[in-house]
């Protein structure tokens, strides 16, 4: 497979997963807002800002609808839901001779559905909206294409975007201290209350929910299943890997993380629950770059090599 159509292959799943996730964190924190009186609007509003990856703007109060234009409908903003979309359509574009037709026409649609502007009131609408045109789109490649290559990389891509977007919401958890969303919250958010409901058997719990959304290994959207499931990939892409130990550097990387969720104790974890989160956002983000630079080499300048005299 061409390098150019792996990596846009890639970047569609990591796109598709973002602007899900982006959806499910602001929804969870907006409506918080909108909730609870006594959060300072302003600093939870660039908290979160920050925690998505967003640049804080100086020197202006920071609302509710700041948040949806800057995180949600903005074109040209990198950590947007608009953005996200538009580049898992334009990667689509690049790729066309190997995106299925049902894919493209779900992306394009969803592109070209995509509001420029989101009333406060209408915006729990707009990210349910979002989330169902993702769960298209990953439908669509699920159930109709070869589990070749291609599959691969957009799992790839699907599995490293997952895990740091769970971090991200964990993460988010603390920062509005107290006043902060509820574990069931972040549970729902997630789609996560029902699967913890028959794993636990009780009301949400600070270490059981957590426990849960870090470590689970049977719910999808853990760190520990999105982590387990992007080296599992990477494995399939290499074909002498685990012969002689790990030698690729985006497998070493997660495997790094991995173990140092899976073997610290958990209450540890929660004692600095941002700082761990920060670490699994810096692994996901570290093997991205190792990845392209094996599969997608773009500064690599083509030699001409003669005949042997």
Known sequence: MLSRIAESLFWIGRYVERSDGTARILDVHLQLLLEDPWIDEDTACRSLVSVMGGEVPDGQHLGRQDVITLLAVDRTHPASIAYAIGAARENARRAREIVSTELWECLNATYTGMPKRVAGDKSHSFFRWV???????????????????????????????????????????????????????????????????????????????????????????????????????????????????????????????????????????????????????????????????????????????????
């Not at 719990?205 to 290994?217: H, I, Y």
């Not at 670490?279 to 042997?308: D, K, M």
């Open 131 to 309: 989330r169902d045109r993702a769960a298209l789109a990953i439908g669509v490649v699920e159930s109709a294409t070869s589990r070749d290559d291609a599959w691969l990389f957009f799992s790839l891509g699907r599995a490293i975007e997952r895990a740091d977007m769970t971090a991200r919401l964990l993460a988010t958890r603390s920062l509005t201290e107290a006043s902060g969303p509820s574990w069931t919250t972040i549970l729902r958010s997630c789609g996560a209350y029902e699967a913890y409901l028959r794993s636990y058997r009780g009301v949400p719990s600070t270490r059981n929910a957590a426990e849960f959304l870090l470590l689970d290994r049977l719910f999808p959207r853990s760190i520990m299943f999105a982590v387990s499931r992007a080296e599992e990939h990477l494995r399939s892409l290499d074909p002498n890997s685990g012969r002689v130990g790990v030698s690729d550097r985006a497998q070493r990387v997660l495997g790094q993380i991995r173990s140092e969720l899976e073997f610290r104790p958990i209450a540890e974890i929660l004692e600095d629950l941002p700082k761990h989160m920060a670490e699994v956002q810096t692994a996901t983000s570290e093997a991205s770059e190792a990845i392209r630079r094996r599969y997608f080499p773009t500064s690599a300048v083509p030699v001409w090599i003669g005949e042997n005299a």
